[in-house]
């Protein structure tokens, strides 16, 4: 059974930063593209970041390039996302996404609340 | 930046119901689409890709058609299962984007 958890939520200061990580079971994780999806509260879903197989090639949505960071960690079956820099308007549950060109195994979302 | 527009956001209908939600883009995706259906306080679940496909477990009354810029989902027979929210979304290039969400509700 594919499972997706996710880890590294929580509550962060303005100007603050956070890793959040993703552990992957029953499927062959180095073997797929990997995505972060965000939804803010109450409003829709925005595509982050993807990573690549090896982690060689990774892409941003504008709004997060020079302060998210997507890595992997193939011998570890994990996916991150450091997150620099943070804002209000980050405030998000924070999902894993297998990719296999849609995205089709979600993890259960870790809440980032920016706030002081 | 391609962009999506779903339509409509929000759509009343009764179990029985046929339904159909229509999702556009500012240009050309080929068939790289996919639909996804959200409950509250759940992940979203992919539903159709490529435009038309099902994917493994979906029940057969979801269906996707299109190609181009225009694509529609249709629930055929609406069950009390599927009052939830839906988003389209292409994988056409980056970045990848959603639609803004359709809300079924009972009506």
């Known amino acids: 059974e594919v499972q997706l958890v996710e880890s590294g939520g929580g509550l962060v200061q303005p100007g603050g930063a956070l890793r959040l990580s993703c552990a992957a079971s029953?499927?062959?994780?180095?073997?797929?593209?990997m995505t972060w999806v965000r939804q803010s509260p109450g409003k829709g879903l925005e595509w982050v970041a993807n990573i690549k197989q090896d982690g060689t090639e990774k892409h941003y949505v504008d709004s997060v390039k020079g302060r998210f960071t997507i890595s992997r960690d193939n011998a570890k079956n994990s996916l991150y996302l450091q997150i620099n820099s943070l804002r209000a308007e980050d405030t998000a549950v924070y999902y894993c996404a297998r990719r296999q060109w849609s995205l089709d195994y979600w993890g259960q979302g870790a809440l980032v609340i920016v706030s002081s | 930046d391609i962009q999506m527009t779903q339509s409509p956001s929000t759509l009343s209908a009764s179990v029985g119901d046929r339904v159909t939600i229509t999702c556009r883009a500012s240009?050309?995706?080929?068939?790289?689409l996919a639909w996804y259906q959200q409950k509250p306080g759940k992940a979203p679940k992919l539903l159709v890709y490529?435009?038309?496909s099902l994917q493994d477990g979906v029940p057969s009354r979801f269906s996707g058609s299109g190609s181009g810029t225009e694509f529609t989902l249709t629930i055929s027979g609406l069950q009390p299962d599927d009052f939830a929210t839906y988003y389209c979304?292409?994988?056409?290039?980056?970045?990848?984007?959603f639609g803004g969400g359709t809300k079924v509700e009972i009506k």
């Open positions: 240009q050309s995706i080929g068939s790289w």
């Open positions: 979304q292409h994988y056409n290039n980056y970045p990848l984007s």
């Open positions: 029953g499927f062959e994780f180095p073997t797929y593209w």
């Open positions: 490529l435009a038309s």
